[in-house]
């Protein structure tokens, strides 16, 4: 016989945003979804933002923090036609992500591509790993 553990906050947290998401009706409240990975030396941030344009997005970082701005515009269903269900939502955005460390801002580096803005942003200089020889005597 299993004995799973089930941490008694983390239902909490789980049942309260669910609740949240049936009273006010916002599934997915966090836009941009972001997954933030460690590289090494550098943080490494995917956001999704389909439909956004790259001229649309506004990208900035300063110390420990990642900022991603942007509009997200969708073409309306034309004269004749009207929504069944939307889903999509649009408007601007804002995302702040904060990370463990400083960051080296200078060495910042975006690419998108098929809707995901990836950013790789190096960690500062004090705080990477460095590898230390040993001497054999």
Known sequence: MAFVYRNPFQQLQTELERMVEGAFGTPGAVYPPV???DAGDAYVVK???PGVLPEQIDL???DDTLVVRGERKLAPPGEDGGYHRRERGEGQFRRVVR????????ETRAEYRDGVLTVRVAKAKERRPTK???QAS
């Open 35 to 37: 997954n933030v990975f």
């Open 47 to 49: 956001a999704e933002l």
């Open 60 to 62: 900035s970082a300063e």
């Open 99 to 106: 990370l463990p460390e400083r960051l080296a801002t200078d």
């Open 132 to 134: 230390v020889q040993i």
